[in-house]
């Protein structure tokens, strides 16, 4: 595995690991990357969209165990 450095966000890590090989070129890997940044978004978006983001009493979850 390689880490790839990238942008630093609040919400992103700094580096992407990744299994491609050591030929494959920066911008293969800047397409995959933000295919994936943008599968997740969208994944997000329609979860909260749907309200999929509660929990069966209808408050938000906020993924800690109370």
Do not use: N, Q
Request: some cysteine.
């Amino acid at each position: 595995m390689a880490p790839l450095s990238g942008p630093r966000t609040r919400r992103t890590p700094g580096y992407w690991l990744s299994t491609l090989p050591g030929t494959t070129r920066i911008t293969e890997i800047v397409r995959l990357v933000k295919i994936s940044w943008r599968t997740g978004h969208d994944y997000r978006e329609l979860k909260y969209g749907l309200g999929l983001d509660e929990d069966p009493d209808g408050f938000p979850c906020s993924g800690r165990a109370a």
